[in-house]
């Protein structure tokens, strides 16, 4: 398996797991929603982010949490990119991921700076997605997820959770390597059509995802999963995320797609040094 991707004509590595800081445009985000909507929050917070060692700095305009509002793609266009054109202006060097199912997004975004793209729909939501990705070239993370975030959480009828997830992969990944997408990353999607108990048998069996041979994404940060098995909510769910981020890592993910990423990269780092021992 390649461990590098190109971002910009930067190989980022992923032999050692890297860490996305997660910064949500949105005003109905399940954790941070409405939180970051100024300049100057969004300004301390990726500085705080990227400070504390954060790769990536994915950002996402049209929430996906179960039962979000539909949003417009102008109003999706609107939101995220003075974003991106404010953040490259003032981190020239910043590694933008933009959550996007939309192809005209994910182009208008990659031309503003941004560097990798993040599909929650691994490109079933718009025909256009593949093709405007290899024109692009940039990095794409293809996430497993069944119908719609409106829709996703009547689909969670499964005989077989990791099979259908790896043929789920397998169809996506020959679809975008016709289309001659180079780099991907799988996104076995915690919480999207899928139930608390199957969340965590995901994780449980996360290394038999290694055998699609691609990087792995894990977003697990301060999901239900955790907070709703803890009795707690999304505030209260940081120690149990950094639980869950280490068996992530254990498990065989290359990224930390995350809320709080001081904890993140301390995970990492003693993930590193305990495979090193």
């Known amino acids: 398996m390649s461990k590098s991707i190109n971002c910009k004509g930067q190989l980022i590595d992923l032999s050692i797991p890297k860490v996305m800081g997660i910064l949500n445009v949105t005003p109905d985000s ?38 979000a509002d539909h949003v417009s793609e102008m109003e999706e266009l609107n939101r995220i990119l003075p974003i991106i054109e404010f953040l490259v202006k003032n981190f020239p060097n910043i590694l933008i991921s933009i959550d996007t199912f939309r192809s005209n997004v994910a182009k208008a975004c990659v031309e503003a700076g941004a560097c990798m793209i993040n599909d929650i729909s691994a490109g079933q939501q718009d025909d256009n997605m593949f093709a405007t ?11 497993h997820m069944r119908g719609t975030p409106q829709t996703m959480q009547k689909l969670t009828d499964y005989d077989d959770l990791i099979k259908a997830i790896t043929h789920y992969f397998s169809e996506r990944i020959a679809s975008a390597r016709a289309f001659g997408i180079v780099d991907l990353i799988i996104d076995p ?19 038999l995802l290694k055998t699609i041979d691609l990087p792995i994404l894990a977003g697990v940060s301060r999901k239900s999963m955790i907070y709703k098995t803890l009795d707690t909510s999304a ?38 040094q305990l495979k090193s021992s």
Not at 133 to 143: D, S
Not at 189 to 207: C, D, I, V
Not at 235 to 245: F, I, P, Q, V
């Open 133 to 143: 990705i290899a024109e692009l070239n940039v990095p794409y993370i293809m996430m």
């Open 189 to 207: 999607g915690f919480g999207f059509a899928k139930t608390l108990k199957q969340n965590f048998e995901l994780l449980n069996k996360l290394e």
């Open 235 to 272: 505030e209260g769910a940081l120690n149990g995320t950094t639980a869950l981020h280490m068996v992530a890592l254990q498990k065989g993910s290359s990224i930390l797609r995350v809320h709080d990423v001081k904890e993140a990269v301390e995970c990492v780092t003693l993930f590193e």
């Open 30 to 67: 399940f954790y941070d929603g409405g939180r970051f909507r100024n300049k100057s929050s969004i300004l301390k917070q990726v500085d705080t982010m990227l400070d504390e060692g954060a790769t990536f700095i994915d950002i996402g305009a049209y929430s996906s949490r179960p039962g």
